[in-house]
């Protein structure tokens, strides 16, 4: 199929504000719209279901830990460096195995990868449950980063793949729905099983293993994406699966967009090469990729994980200083944004995937400024006592609560009654772990009542229900729009050839940002303080909003073989684009194919 058909496409790309409106009546890509929506098979909605227990493993394994963290740094004597060794490690592994999982998904296919993925998450929860020693914990962490960094990449591709168009954005961002749900069933596991002080962990990090099973036996059964198969030239077997997946729809009109869509990459693109090079060097991938990845690391700098991270501290700075109701507590953060991410797969076919985005990201400011004013109105209790400290720390120079806690070598250590925070005193941390201090009264604290509190990370406060009520706003901003979209458009604005690649590449950016942001959270609190960190992070996201309305083109309602041609045009043009409900592309067929109809113009048809 001649460069002439794919330079006409390419024309009708850049007429592309005409072919975006007005919807034709009875026209041939239209109907096979209109018969898909009208049956959706059973069986595409299992798939679905299968594939994202990948991003169910991903929530849950990235959320276990914190609650797992309260029983294994006292059962294993953890050091802040440990402690920090489990958390980030997984993460680590995750951006490298997604980073490579682009390889891995063109070679062998997003069945097999996705049975890896599951293989690796059973393999990893063994190790962690048996672990007899931290060293052993943290090859199982590291191997379960691993499964979740090839599942990351995978599962929305895979989902993508075989929905059809009118259901893809439901089905992908049901995907990110089961993370946020993996996180919230993490933070039930936890609470349950905290009160196992002993060996407790064992269950929370090993429980993994029962949906990565689950996965692996369902996968074994379900096919590959018949968009791999044909691009690997086995047209049969494609052709059976897409029969399959479509329950008995005329499948040919589809059969041959794919087909007649791989024929034109490789025309135009050749077939040889580095991926990645040739994703920078054509220019509606490079801008794709830009699109994607830049979407990504907004989420990231968005904060969301040390929101989740946060919500655990500013439950101890309102006075939950049990850890068990903590973990209970802290729960109810990982559910809001679960229900949230819930309406966001009810919104994104309704609304849109940019307009959902765009709307929300306006909250995220507002409900990050918000948590930054309030916290910066919180009263930082003073320093009362000035205990003797012979090792000359830092510690004795603070006057009040935050400078002290914000400190990493000093804690806060106080006592309380109903009039407030009274003989406080400022001191060292244990090198041994961050519970208790170096020495003096919180060095050996009991659980007895008249025993002083120990607050390494947060100040005592009586207006932190506020905050908490703040974040959960944030989360209901975030959830729905930029917790979800940046998987779900990722997993559809590349062409076949470059989606494996694109899609290792942004989730690989969405990891490195997340180990980036939650490894220097402290470190910016330090020097910003908290309501500082916050102050930033809505700064971040007002740069995200503006990348947002300038480049995120909306691909609701396309095939995925004809969203390549919204990257036809300059990179930030695309807020151009008439986005409202009632824009259509329409197609003519030439030659069996799809194409953006550019005009009206008879020699547009062969
Ligand atoms: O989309 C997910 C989701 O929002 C999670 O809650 C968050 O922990 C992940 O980092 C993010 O990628």
Redesign the pocket.
């Known amino acids: 199929m001649s460069n002439r058909t794919g330079s006409r496409r390419q024309k009708a790309a850049e007429d592309g504000e005409r072919s975006l409106i007005g919807p034709p009546s009875g026209h041939a890509g239209e109907s096979v719209r209109d018969q898909d929506a009208s049956t959706t098979p059973f069986f595409v909605y299992l798939l679905a279901f299968f594939s994202a227990l990948g991003g169910f493993l991903f ?1 849950y394994d ?1 959320g276990v830990v914190s609650g797992a963290m309260l029983l294994l740094k006292k059962e294993m004597h953890l050091s802040a460096l440990w402690q920090e060794l489990l958390v980030s490690s997984t993460v680590g592994a995750a951006a490298l195995s997604a980073l490579s999982g682009g390889f891995l998904n063109g070679w062998l296919g997003r069945r097999i990868c996705i049975l890896i993925a599951s293989f690796i998450f059973c393999g990893g929860g063994i190790v962690m449950a048996v672990a007899l020693s931290k060293v052993v914990l943290l090859v199982g962490r590291i191997t379960v980063g691993l499964g979740i960094g090839i599942a990351s990449m995978t599962v929305p591709v895979y989902i993508a793949e075989v929905s059809p168009p009118h259901l893809r954005g439901q089905l992908v961002t049901i995907n ?1 729905l089961f ?2 749900g993996g ?1 919230f069933i993490a933070s039930v596991v936890d609470g349950a099983f905290s009160y196992l002080s002993h060996d407790g962990w064992r269950y929370m990090l090993g429980l993994s293993i029962l949906p990565a099973v689950l996965q692996f036996f369902g996968f074994i059964f379900l096919p590959e994406s018949p968009r791999w198969l044909l691009q690997k030239g086995r047209s049969q077997e494609a052709r059976q699966v897409l029969g399959r997946i479509r329950g008995g729809q005329n499948i040919e009109e589809e059969y041959d967009t794919i087909r007649t869509s791989i024929e034109e990459e490789e025309n135009e693109t050749g077939s040889g090469g580095v991926v990645i090079l040739r994703i920078l060097s054509y220019g509606p991938t490079r801008r794709a990729l830009i699109v994607g990845c830049g979407l990504q690391m907004f ?2 700098l968005s904060g ?2 040390t929101v ?1 991270y946060y919500s655990a501290t500013i439950l101890q700075m309102a006075g939950v200083r049990e850890d068990k109701q903590a973990i209970w507590l802290a729960g109810a953060t990982s559910a809001t ?1 679960f229900v949230f991410t819930l309406v966001g797969v009810w919104l994104v076919e309704r609304v849109g995937r940019r307009k959902l985005t765009l709307g929300l990201l306006k909250g995220v400011v507002l409900t990050l400024l918000a948590v930054g004013f309030l916290l910066s109105a919180q009263h930082s209790p003073p320093v009362t006592l000035h205990p003797v400290d012979f090792h000359n720390s830092t510690c004795r120079l603070y006057e009040s609560c935050e400078p002290c806690m914000l400190d990493p070598d000093c804690g806060f250590c106080y006592l309380e009654n109903d009039a407030g925070v009274f003989n406080s005193s400022c001191v060292p941390v244990s090198p041994a772990s961050t519970d208790s201090a170096a020495w003096g009264r919180c060095s050996n604290r009991t659980e007895e009542s008249f025993s002083p509190y120990w607050a390494y990370n947060y100040c005592p406060t009586s207006y932190s229900w506020v905050v908490l009520l703040g974040l959960i706003l944030y989360l209901a901003s975030f ?1 729905p729009g930029m ?2 979209m940046p ?1 779900t458009v990722n997993s559809e604005i590349y062409p076949l050839w470059a989606r494996s690649t694109g899609n290792a590449c942004s989730a690989g950016v ?1 990891w490195i940002f ?1 180990v980036l942001v939650s490894l220097t959270f402290l470190h910016v609190a330090e020097y910003l303080t908290y309501y500082g960190a916050f102050f930033l992070y809505a700064g971040l996201v007002v740069l995200g909003l503006l990348f947002v309305l300038c480049c995120l083109p909306e691909t609701k309602g396309l095939q995925l073989e004809e969203i390549e041609n919204l990257f036809a045009r300059r990179l930030c043009s695309c807020g151009d684009l008439p986005a409202s409900d009632d824009n259509h592309v329409h197609y003519i067929r030439v030659k069996g194919n799809n194409y953006l109809h550019s005009d009206n113009d008879a020699s547009d048809v062969e």
Do not use: H, L, R, V
């Open positions: 929530g990235t990110s993370i946020t996180q989420q990231q969301i994980n989740m944004n959830a917790g979800t998987w969405n997340n």
